[in-house]
């Protein structure tokens, strides 16, 4: 009698059985492990009953993750040398391979806002969801669903009363939220642009919600009616970034093409060209203006943030200083509450904190764990530092004289 091989499905599901009664103690694995574990147990407890042959693959995978990232170093949850450690795990290589971290733990967070008296944090999120957390507490407050699916783009008014939404199908949502912490109210819809919604800026005043698209055009909304005051184009391809100054009297961008772009505002919200800054080669996929008013910070693909004073800066014959070395693509600029510090990510999933004050100003790195960061941004008192990478939320505590340190760590797994 010939023995009948094990099908694939069942062949996975017998490994992962062994891989899982093979895990090592939870106080010995990092945080993104134990999340690995957590899903293969999770996916094999779905799959397993059914003979779901793809989902007992996909729990496999998860299996070999939790089983091959070894326990956190000082530098986070990834290895110092990520590319020794996968040479030394090929097993490990082999998961990595066929999915992200982002996509295992349940999507990446592309853009975060901060309520301005810091009571909550919101993350948008590649799965179709908005995500209100308790920063002191890392809870989930609420969960609200983006009609037009994945959203790349978020924003909150001054008052923190109003959230809205960018989606991929061109789409802007707006919620309103009750002051005492109620459930937000049903948001407000409209079509913004042709493509997806790559980023949001209400005016100081919450008068005008400006969205920069995929199509390349910026729009400026009343977000009490939903009508498009005016419309502006700063050149071809991507519009990735916007920003208004704390008096609102200029609005910002960073487009794909490169660039800064800059207009002014008069009383009524209309705009009128100002300058066009040169950042060098390549997008400009982040800008912002200090709180105070003072600089204009853009980062740009070549690795270095470009720093205009404001508003000599605009005159179209002053250079832009330049904080660090040409490196990996920076995606994320933030400024804390007095304008002193300047938070930066880059493509690489390094977190750098400037110290604008300093004569030669030198980072201080807080997280190098691969990936990439994706959003920065301080609370209302420059005390807490979050930031979204394609392991999840991060959170660290500024406010201690010596120096920065992580918090929350649950939240590292938070995108799910």
């Given at each position: 009698m010939t023995m009948q091989r094990p099908s694939p499905s069942l062949a996975a599901f017998l490994a992962l059985v062994l891989l899982c009664a093979a895990l090592p103690a939870t106080a010995q694995v990092s945080p993104l492990a134990l999340a690995h574990q957590e899903k293969a147990l999770a996916l094999l407890g779905q799959a397993g009953p059914s003979g779901d042959g793809r989902?007992?693959?996909?729990?496999?995978?998860?299996?070999?993750?939790?089983?091959?990232?070894?326990?956190?170093?000082g530098a986070g949850l990834a290895p110092a040398d990520l590319g020794a450690f996968l040479a030394e795990a090929p097993t490990a290589a082999f998961a990595l391979r066929w999915r992200s971290p982002s996509a295992w733990l349940g999507g990446s967070m592309p853009d975060l806002a901060w309520s301005p008296d810091g009571a909550w944090l919101a993350t948008a999120g590649s799965d179709g969801r908005v995500r209100l957390w308790d920063?002191?507490?890392?809870?989930?407050?609420?969960?609200?669903?983006?009609?037009?699916?994945a959203t790349d783009a978020l924003a909150v008014d001054s008052t923190g009363t109003r959230l809205a939404a960018g989606s991929v199908d061109g789409a802007i949502q707006l919620w309103a939220l009750p002051?005492?912490?109620?459930?937000?109210?049903?948001?407000?819809?409209?079509?913004?642009?042709?493509?997806?919604v790559r980023t949001l800026a209400f005016s100081p005043d919450g008068g005008l919600l400006a969205s920069g698209g995929q199509d390349g055009l910026i729009r400026l909304w009343d977000p009490a009616r939903g009508t498009e005051p005016a419309a502006l184009e700063p050149g071809r391809g991507w519009v990735e970034s916007l920003a208004f100054s704390p008096d609102g009297r200029l609005l910002v961008a960073g487009a794909i093409q490169g660039g800064v772009h800059v207009w002014t505002l008069d009383e009524d919200g209309a705009p009128a060209p100002r300058a066009v800054l040169d950042s060098g080669r390549g997008a400009v996929r982040a800008v912002t203006v200090s709180p105070d008013g003072r600089w204009l910070a853009a980062g740009a693909d070549d690795g270095r943030v470009h720093l205009w004073a404001l508003p000599e800066g605009l005159d179209g014959t002053t250079a832009s200083a330049l904080l660090g070395a040409i490196g990996p693509k920076l995606l994320a600029l933030a400024f804390d509450a007095t304008g002193e510090r300047l938070a930066t990510g880059d493509?690489?999933?390094r977190l750098q904190l400037w110290d604008l004050g300093a004569e030669l100003p030198e980072p201080v790195t807080l997280e190098q764990s691969g990936?990439?960061?994706?959003?920065?941004?301080?609370?209302?008192?420059?005390?807490?530092?979050?930031?979204?990478?394609?392991?999840?939320l991060r959170l660290w505590d500024l406010s201690a004289a010596d120096a920065p340190s992580p918090c929350c760590p649950a939240w590292a797994t938070a995108s799910g």
């Open positions: 989902g007992i693959q996909h729990a496999l995978l998860h299996g070999l993750a939790a089983e091959t990232l070894p326990p956190p170093d920063p002191a507490t890392g809870a989930l407050r609420a969960a609200l669903k983006v009609n037009g699916g002051a005492d912490g109620g459930t937000p109210q049903p948001p407000g819809q409209w079509t913004a642009h042709t493509g997806m493509m690489d999933g990936g990439r960061v994706l959003d920065v941004g301080f609370d209302a008192r420059g005390e807490r530092l979050a930031a979204t990478t394609l392991h999840g």
